[in-house]
């Protein structure tokens, strides 16, 4: 059975920081990863997807992530938070009937 | 217009009466979807349908109905609310459900409070 782990429950980050949220996932087959970001009263939002090819993909604003095969994992960064990215940041695994997805991490950006 | 509309966004239901939830989508996406979201959880899959055909988690079978009249509608029917139900129920489509790189959109979600 395929699982996503995301460690950081909260991060609090000064705006203009990066921003780093991890992910690692379980699955025995080939992975359809995603990054969703849910806004305060919004509903969930896809970021960026990987699927194969170039290990970095880049999402909307500014967002990007890596895919690791060897460490299971699906990083996402940003190099320059602004107070508008403080939301809820779910990691997902796809397995074709529907998502898995991670605990979430909430961010906190603070001038 | 890629939304996923949701009403009510907000439900009081009492324990042991029935709910029932709203869902539409003018995508034509073939796949919709039910998500449970509880606070400190991850948004667990309760079932979806790939155009007429309903699919449900083995572990939420019993618990849940759901009806999709047309490509554009789906509903959420719960036949006898318990507190457990308590939770935010997202809805979500798709235009190919068969497909894992597919993706997913999202409505605002209808938080469920049960007493």
């Known amino acids: 059975a395929q699982s996503v782990t995301q460690p950081d429950a909260r991060v609090t980050v000064s705006e203009g920081a990066s921003l780093q949220l991890r992910c690692k996932y379980s699955?025995?087959?080939?992975?359809?990863l995603f990054w969703y970001v849910q806004y305060p009263r919004q509903g969930l939002q896809m970021l960026l997807k990987?699927?194969?090819?170039?290990?970095v993909v880049q999402g909307v604003n500014g967002f990007e992530a890596e895919f690791s095969k060897s460490d299971s994992s699906f990083h996402l960064r940003k190099a320059s938070v602004h107070w508008s990215d403080s939301a809820v940041y779910f990691c997902?695994?796809?397995?074709?009937?529907?998502?898995?997805f991670g605990l979430g991490t909430r961010v906190s950006v603070f001038p | 217009d890629t939304t996923v509309k949701q009403n009510p966004r907000y439900k009081l239901a009492r324990v042991g009466k029935p709910v029932n939830l709203i869902c539409s989508q003018t995508?034509?996406?073939?796949?919709m979807y039910w998500y449970q979201k509880k606070p400190n959880q991850a948004p667990k899959l309760l079932l979806f349908?790939?155009?007429?055909?309903?699919?449900r988690e083995a572990d939420t079978f019993e618990k849940f109905q759901s009806s999709r009249p047309n490509n554009s509608f789906c509903s959420l029917y719960i036949g006898s609310a318990g507190l457990e139900y308590s939770a935010m129920y997202l809805c979500?489509?798709?235009?190919?459900?068969?497909?894992?790189?597919?993706?997913?959109?999202f409505g605002k979600g209808t938080r469920l409070t049960v007493v």
């Open positions: 979500a489509s798709s235009r190919d459900g068969t497909h894992a790189n597919t993706e997913v959109f």
């Open positions: 349908y790939y155009d007429k055909i309903l699919n």
């Open positions: 699955y025995s087959a080939t992975p359809y």
């Open positions: 997902a695994v796809s397995y074709a009937q529907g998502l898995t």
């Open positions: 995508m034509n996406h073939d796949t």
């Open positions: 990987y699927y194969s090819g170039d290990p």
